[in-house]
């Protein structure tokens, strides 16, 4: 039995319970298995792409002609910066493709003519081979919020917006949009979507996927594989990739890369219920993730994915049907037990047909060559990969079709769909308290604007937009996109808005009303992580918003804090300064989306929200997982929740406090990083004098003797370059004291990253203090940095032990780390932690040297 896609989205879209509509689409369910039953077996899934003797016919047709050397190429992916066309020619390469912040020429603003010049250069070398039938490269990118690394693309809200709209077919023409986009530059080939069911909102992925609810990502998939690849027939279509498989959203603590501990049954009826909507809609490939999976009920570790054959092969192309090609993730063959970037029979032998090994695909191919010819991996499994990927490209048309012949190729045109995008802003906005006056406000109305992120691009955009990690961009990297300030100056009158970045020396009762733009700065996988050393707590990593809410609340005017954030976060300090309080996920490009909201014209229609929550909103900062379903299930904001203008919510003043250091028994407490910037805010010391370092990464601060600056020593913006010219002192001091677990304190060791530019000409101390009277002395630490100069990056593990043999009373320290230096001396600090166990670690300092 299959129920039709229409049924599905009308489901979706009017919010009704998704069991009976969705959990069968597009897959054919074990038998007898009633519709919304939990499955117990792996269902087989009928593609919307049936299989075609005549096609079947000229792959092997093609396959038997091709040399070992030309197959194994055909299983190679480059990255455009590691490789030219000519590469393409000599290796028969099969694939290549441009990483996040990649463009050709290494270009940002690179036009749509230079993409395409680009695309058929590597297209005219693959059919310059002397292949007996010339293959044609096949070029893939990220797409993944419309063509996420072109200048001058319109971006669509990131997934987690799309699935506050509740509108799967809404869904499927951004992803028709996206699709043209992607076309206008040469490429017939999207890795999107991410159909990942996040369990755990630190993982720093978790705005690419849909929702919490697997249904609700299963109906998405379909639509969204619809509407951009189609049936491969249309000029405007692009090969999908549903990624990634399987259970990336579900590992333990949000970890990305981490592992999944999940029972076979959680992965078919959660983690896999994408792959249900999106095969079926024919998804042609599918991208393997980088998580392991340990089915602790059956007791049973499968690794990695990218090394289990049961996952790949076994459930995905056996159990599930897919015929199609399984890709690789960026180099994630390498994090196979026993195995390299550059070479993993295991991953090959686990059913990855199409190797993603951007830099080393050169080795890549000689050390599979020699695995082949070792027996090490068979030939029968090298082609079944090839005929894979043969059968994709002749289903995708690629054959005989230069890039350049398409008709959206180069079309600028092709990149704008800025309606569409504000269509879908206004319709994810999710309205979470309404305190205030009646949204939207009238034109006419003298509205102060404050927080940074109104007039930032990057905060609406988020990661994966021109870079991998969202970051590096200026408004000036979007020439057409419209910050939430423009739209709000363009709706209201210029002459009415006033702004202020940071509500500093501005009087909030001249003005009518308040808009506050706050949320997080844009982040991807790894570098978005939380981790379990932190919270959900977002003025713990952007005080500063916190510090605006607080300059502006209780003037007498109302405030309306849109809040942009790629994940819930708990933000009951927040609510309790706004009087109505607006999630708006990360928009993208179009904030006349969130302007259409917030202000109207005189006598024109009033837009209503619409958006309800697909994620749960957590009530305290450690509530995480937090899932529909879950036991004890409490949130603030419940999955489906979600106001509209007239409603009223009645929040009162929520509960603001929260406990000192991580989640749990943690054996890691921050104490300042990324994680936590504002327990123990940094600052500078000379003599008398005090000055905190503020929450503006562009800025120098400088005392007599001092001064420090924005540095990276692991992550980009991530440390505090400090360079003292006399007696001064760095320190991060909080408002109250350590509040260190056991497994914090046991072997602990204060722990912290460092890159020591110039050695100290005096003596330097490092010390764990008391502000308000001596609680022990300060170790010298002299030799210590002395010996790390020129060294690069370095990890410095010192043992709370050598503290407290100074007399250091850890519970009353309220200023855990501070760097003392007499003289000149430069070095930057980034993710200063105590964290339980390092003391232990070989390469701890020891106490002796720090006298």
């Given at each position: 039995m299959t129920i039709p896609f229409h049924r599905t989205a009308i489901a979706l879209a009017l919010g009704l319970p998704l069991g009976l509509a969705a959990a069968t689409a597009w897959a054919e369910p074990q038998a007898d298995a009633p519709a919304g039953a939990a499955l117990t077996e792996w269902p087989r899934i009928k593609?919307?792409?049936?299989?075609?003797?005549?096609?079947?016919?000229?792959?092997?047709?093609?396959?038997?002609?091709?040399?070992?050397?030309?197959?194994?190429?055909?299983?190679?992916?480059?990255?455009?910066?590691?490789?030219?066309?000519?590469?393409?020619?000599?290796?028969?390469?099969?694939?290549?493709?441009?990483?996040?912040?990649?463009?050709p020429g290494n270009d940002k603003h690179a036009s749509t003519a230079e993409w395409v010049k680009l695309a058929d250069a590597f297209y005219d070398a693959s059919m310059a081979t002397d292949m007996a039938i010339k293959v044609p490269v096949i070029w893939g990118t990220d797409a993944v919020h419309g063509h996420n690394n072109v200048y001058g693309a319109t971006l669509f809200p990131h997934n987690i917006g799309l699935g506050a709209m509740r509108d799967p077919a809404l869904v499927h023409d951004i992803a028709a949009a996206t699709a043209r986009q992607v076309r206008a530059t040469g490429i017939p080939w999207a890795y999107a979507p991410t159909i990942a069911v996040v369990r755990d909102d630190r993982w720093g992925r978790t705005y690419e996927s849909f929702s919490e609810d697997p249904l609700l990502v299963k109906g998405y998939a379909a639509a969204y594989v619809d509407g951009m690849q189609g049936s491969l027939k249309g000029d405007g279509n692009v090969l999908v990739t549903a990624k990634h498989f399987m259970g990336d959203g579900g590992t333990e603590n949000g970890k990305n890369t981490g592992v999944t501990k999940a029972s076979e049954r959680d992965m078919m009826n959660i983690h896999a219920q994408g792959y249900y909507g999106a095969l079926g809609a024919g998804a042609q490939v599918v991208m393997a993730s980088f998580n392991s999976w340990n089915d602790t009920t059956a007791g049973q570790d499968h690794g990695k994915v990218h090394g289990s054959r049961y996952m790949l092969t076994t459930i995905l192309k056996e159990k599930m049907g897919f015929d199609g090609f399984v890709v690789s993730d960026w180099n994630g063959q390498g994090e196979v037990p026993g195995c390299r970037v550059d070479s993993c029979a295991q991953a090959i032998n686990a059913g990855i047909d199409l190797m993603m090994a951007p830099e080393q695909w050169k080795a890549f191919i000689a050390n599979t060559t020699a695995d082949v010819e070792a027996g090490r991996i068979p030939m029968s499994r090298i082609d079944d990969a090839v005929t894979r990927i043969l059968r994709v490209k002749l289903r995708a048309g690629l054959f005989g079709k230069r890039p350049s012949s398409n008709p959206y190729a180069g079309k600028d045109k092709a990149l704008d769909a800025r309606d569409l995008a504000r269509r879908a802003v206004r319709e994810s906005l999710v309205l979470l308290k309404n305190e205030g006056p009646a949204l939207p406000l009238r034109s006419g109305k003298r509205i102060l604007v404050v927080g940074k992120a109104a007039d930032s691009m990057s905060s609406q955009t988020g990661g994966w937009t021109l870079t991998w990690q969202g970051t590096g961009n200026t408004n000036a990297d979007f020439p057409n996109g419209v910050t939430i300030l423009a739209a709000l100056r363009a709706a209201a009158g210029s002459a009415n808005v006033t702004y202020s970045a940071d509500a500093k020396d501005v009087d909030p009762s001249a003005f009518d009303a308040v808009v506050a733009v706050v949320g997080e700065a844009p982040y991807a996988e790894g570098d978005g992580d939380i981790g379990l050393s932190s919270t959900l707590r977002h003025s713990a990593r952007y005080p500063d918003d916190l510090a605006v809410l607080q300059a502006v609340h209780g003037k007498g005017k109302p405030v309306v804090t849109v809040f942009l954030s790629g994940r819930p976060l708990w933000v009951n300090d927040l609510l309790n300064l706004s009087d109505t309080f607006i999630a708006a996920w990360l928009p993208g490009t179009e904030g006349r989306g969130v302007a259409d909201m917030l202000v109207s014209a005189k006598g024109a229609p009033s837009p209503d929200f619409r958006g309800t929550l697909s994620f749960s909103w957590p009530k305290s900062v450690c509530q995480t997982p937090l899932n529909v379903g879950d036991a004890g299930y409490a949130p603030l904001f419940a999955y489906g929740y979600g106001l509209r203008k007239g409603s009223r919510s009645h929040l009162g003043m929520l509960d603001a406090t929260y406990p000192a250091g991580g989640c749990g028994n943690s054996t890691t407490y921050p104490v300042f990083g990324q994680a936590d910037r504002a327990s123990f805010p940094l600052r500078l010391r000379a003599g008398s004098a005090v000055l905190p370092l503020g929450a503006d990464l562009n800025a120098t601060f400088a005392l007599p003797g001092v001064k420090a600056s924005t540095a990276q020593v692991t992550q980009q913006q991530d440390a505090k370059l400090v360079i003292w010219t006399g007696p001064a002192v760095f320190e991060a001091h909080g408002e109250r004291p350590l509040a260190l677990s056991q497994a914090a304190l046991k072997d602990g060791a204060l722990q912290f990253e460092t890159r020591v530019e110039t050695a100290p000409s005096g003596r330097v101390l490092l010390g764990m203090t008391c502000a308000a009277q001596a609680c022990g002395s300060p170790l010298d630490a002299t030799r210590l940095f002395t010996g790390l100069v020129g060294k690069g990056r370095q990890v410095v593990k010192v043992p709370l032990a050598c503290f407290t043999g100074r007399g250091v009373d850890l519970a009353r320290v309220d200023t855990p780390f501070a760097v003392e230096s007499t003289g000149t001396f430069s070095a930057a600090f980034a993710a200063v932690d105590v964290v339980g166990g390092a003391a232990r670690d070989g390469d701890a300092v020891r106490c002796e040297d720090l006298r």
């Open positions: 593609s919307a792409i049936r299989t075609d003797a005549a096609l079947e016919a000229r792959v092997a047709e093609i396959l038997k002609q091709m040399t070992l050397a030309q197959k194994l190429g055909q299983m190679t992916q480059a990255e455009i910066k590691s490789v030219t066309p000519d590469d393409v020619r000599k290796y028969y390469l099969g694939s290549i493709q441009n990483g996040g912040g990649s463009w």
